[in-house]
């Protein structure tokens, strides 16, 4: 196949076509255009807007946007000109052209939910995105089912198939994924690896919260299956088949580094005692952040392994976390 990604240079991306570039001839679309091995020519924004000059292709993955900045430092119209605009952007200029058959959103359960409620979060979930990072998200989703399948977004869900497309010929891919890593990611993970290669202790060690990751590996085989079978249209969410509490990625982040975990299990009523000050003194653990920490963020990727006619996910969670780890400690 031939096969455009936005975003190309970023981390999904690189892994992305070190996964395809063997058997399909890739190019890309980005802010920056240095040579990599298996992107035949990286093409600019602009040059959607001139004729002829991106070659026809087969599929087109749209991974470029603007990440959470959890520091809160952006600003909210940043979010919208770079992950709504330019997913209408792309998603127009696919629709123009016949020969795309296949287009993979990539979105994030962010879009979908701030907050898990109940066991784990499904596609069945009316989206309540929180802050312009999901707002901004969810409406590149709702941009692209409006143009592709404008029926489903009168659903609570929003869910839709190849039934409901209005557009002959083609197939649309919105992939939710949770918190995405491998060898030289650089997001949050490596912050709490930070922490814990320091010997910090842990001291929310009472708190036994379940978060679901999405190791890189388990990504490119979904994103291989998508291109290749006959996967009806749809929303999928995408993560590992384990949920890990933050004491177990702890401790695999200390058996990667050979060395001793020290979690400590200070009583719950006393640690929120202890962000209450933190709430009135700034100080870096407040309420806002112990939700965040320890909250229950469960992901279900049933849905998308019965579409590829997956039993499993073939990277386990912890194998896939400590391959990150290990890809930290070397620098």
């Known amino acids: 196949m031939k096969i455009l990604i936005t975003g190309v240079h970023g981390f999904v991306g690189s892994n992305l ?25 990286t093409f600019s924004w602009d040059s959607l807007g001139i004729k002829d000059e991106i070659p026809e292709v087969d599929a087109i993955i749209h991974l470029a946007g603007k990440a959470h900045d959890t520091k809160n430092q952006s600003a909210a119209d940043v979010y919208f000109k770079v992950n709504t605009d330019l997913t209408k952007k792309i998603f127009d200029w696919y629709l123009a052209h ?7 959103q990539f979105s994030t359960v962010k879009s979908a939910a701030d907050r898990v409620e ?20 969810i409406a590149a989703e709702n941009y692209i089912i409006e143009k592709f399948a404008p029926e489903a977004l009168k659903r609570p869900f929003h869910n839709f198939t190849d039934e409901d497309a209005v557009v002959d010929g083609k197939k649309v891919y919105i992939m939710r994924p949770c918190m995405i890593h491998g060898p030289g990611n650089k997001g949050n993970l490596n912050l709490l690896y930070g922490v ?4 910090i202790p842990w001291p929310l060690g009472a708190f036994e919260n379940r978060r679901s990751f999405t190791s890189i590996g388990n990504l490119q085989e979904v994103i291989k299956g998508l291109l290749t079978k006959d996967v009806t249209s749809g929303i999928y969410h995408m993560g590992d088949d384990e949920a890990l509490s933050t004491n177990e990625l702890i401790e695999v982040i200390c058996s990667a580094l050979g060395k001793k975990a020290h979690i400590w299990n200070i009583p719950r009523g006393l640690m929120n005692g202890v962000v209450k000050i933190g709430d009135v003194l700034h100080l870096p653990l407040n309420s806002l952040r112990m939700q965040k920490l320890t909250e229950n963020y469960v992901v279900s990727n049933a849905k998308i392994k019965a ?3 997956m039993k499993e996910m073939p990277v386990r969670a912890k194998d896939g976390l ?10």
């Open 322 to 331: 400590r391959e990150t780890i290990k890809s930290f400690a070397k620098g």
């Open 196 to 199: 814990v290669s320091k010997g």
């Open 98 to 104: 016949p020969t795309a058959r296949k287009f993979i």
């Open 307 to 309: 579409a590829l006619g």
């Open 118 to 137: 109940g066991d784990f979060l499904t596609e069945e979930c009316v989206p309540t995105p929180v802050g312009p990072y999901g707002e901004s998200k």
């Open 17 to 41: 076509v070190e996964a395809l570039k063997k058997e399909h001839t890739i190019y890309g679309l980005d802010i920056v255009s240095p040579i990599k091995d298996g992107v035949r020519f």
